[in-house]
């Protein structure tokens, strides 16, 4: 736009380009390309960090995930064998309990025969 304005003041003037000392600016397109290189490689490290994190925390889900399962199962089998050992001390118990019975009921049952036959002896039946 500004090189078409330029050029009607020259044909309106009836001077040339010619007629103006030859300057050349150059303008660098650097700046502006180098600040989005640089805006492109921030987004870049950002989208990368961002990746980082989301899969830190995936991972640090599935290690909590993991940690409640070894909990949850560790509590089943702790509840199971502390089920079983109670289990086994009533089986414990029970017999020695039949057995204490069975011996007392037995030695009373051997006193009572050994009386028996020391009156039968004494007595003469």
């Known amino acids: ?26 303008v660098s397109a650097s700046p502006r390309p180098l600040q989005g290189k640089e805006e492109a490689e921030q987004c870049q490290k950002v989208k990368e960090a961002a990746e980082a994190v989301k899969e830190g925390a995936k991972q640090v889900k599935e290690t909590t995930e993991y940690i409640q399962d070894v909990a949850s199962t560790t509590a089943g089998r702790v509840t199971k064998m502390t089920k079983d050992v109670t289990e086994k001390v009533t089986e414990t118990t029970d017999t020695i309990t039949e057995k204490a019975k069975g011996s007392v009921s037995g030695v009373l049952g051997t006193a009572k025969n050994a009386t028996d036959i020391i009156k039968n002896k004494i007595l003469g039946d």
């Open 1 to 26: 736009m500004h090189a078409s304005r330029l050029g009607e003041l020259l044909i309106s003037s009836g001077k040339t380009a010619r007629s103006f000392p030859l300057r050349r600016a150059f």
